[in-house]
Structures are given as C-alpha cells and as structure tokens.
C-alpha cells in the first residue's frame, strides 16, 4: 500500500538507507509489512519505509540529476549554487 504525504515530519531521518530501486522498497515494505510514503516535491518523488528503527527511501529526481538525495535536502546541505 502506498500513501501520498504532504510533509516528512514522520520520517525519522536519523537512520535513512537508500535503496536502488523501487522494487527493492516495495520487497521491504512487505517484509516489515509497512506502508510506503510518498512525497512529491517540485521536481522529484521520494518513497519512504519505515522498519525496525530504519527508514528506507528510493528517490526519482524528475530532473534526472543523478542525485539519490531529495532536491530540499540537498539544498539544505548547500549541495546548490
């Protein structure tokens, strides 16, 4: 099951392991028998899994930077000029 969110604040952020790919996500979200998040933002798709104390996230950058970073959060790391 996949649900659409408007913000993040439920995703702890302490412990995020980016996956490869979006089956990857969808085999955790059945392991841990979890929901999947999504969150679209102005230029990217970012799905979340929350498990055992680690969250897991698959990021589709619409710009195809490359980045498995969401586009916020890389500006808030000063990853943009």
Do not use: C, W
Request: glycine share 8%.
């Amino acid at each position: 099951m996949m649900i659409d969110v408007q913000n993040t604040d439920i995703v702890d952020s302490k412990a995020i392991v980016d996956v490869s790919s979006i089956e990857d996500l969808g085999k955790l979200a059945e392991r841990f028998n979890a929901v999947i998040f999504h969150v679209e933002s102005e230029n990217s798709h970012v799905y979340y899994v929350q498990g055992e104390g680690t969250t897991y996230r698959f990021v589709i950058n619409s710009e195809k930077t490359g980045s498995a970073v969401p586009e916020d959060e890389a500006k808030s790391q000063g990853g943009e000029s």
